[in-house]
């Protein structure tokens, strides 16, 4: 692992054993990831918790065969993209709302 800033970390992996959304969706939605980090936090009263690379270094994760990694994985990463395509979709609404308004009031 290299550290880029205080606020990211790059994460190497042999593609041969873990698949990096395989990887994402665990750090950011698996319930064992989230219970280990909890444990690292216990007895922290900071408001902004922050994760060292040693820490992250030391989280265990369960690895199922790599096809069904790559199957959750994708998944994962499609419903980020799904998600990102709705807000933007919902953003364009509410700015051609706000457009049809301003035409009405200026009538």
Not at 24 to 35: L, S
Not at 74 to 89: E, P
Not at 92 to 97: A, E, G, H, L, S
């Amino acid at each position: 692992m290299k550290c880029i800033t205080s606020n990211f970390i790059r994460c190497d992996f042999d593609t041969k054993k873990i698949y990096s959304w395989y990887f994402c969706y665990q750090f950011n939605e698996g319930k064992d990831f989230e219970k280990q980090i909890e444990m690292y936090h216990q007895g922290t009263t900071l408001s902004v918790k922050k994760l060292n690379i040693k820490t992250i270094g030391e989280l265990k994760i369960f690895l199922p065969d790599i096809e069904k990694q790559i199957l959750i994985g994708n998944i994962y990463r499609q419903s980020i993209i799904q998600n990102d395509l709705m807000i933007k979709q919902a953003d364009d609404i509410k700015k051609f709302t706000m457009e049809l308004i301003c035409r009405m009031e200026e009538d």
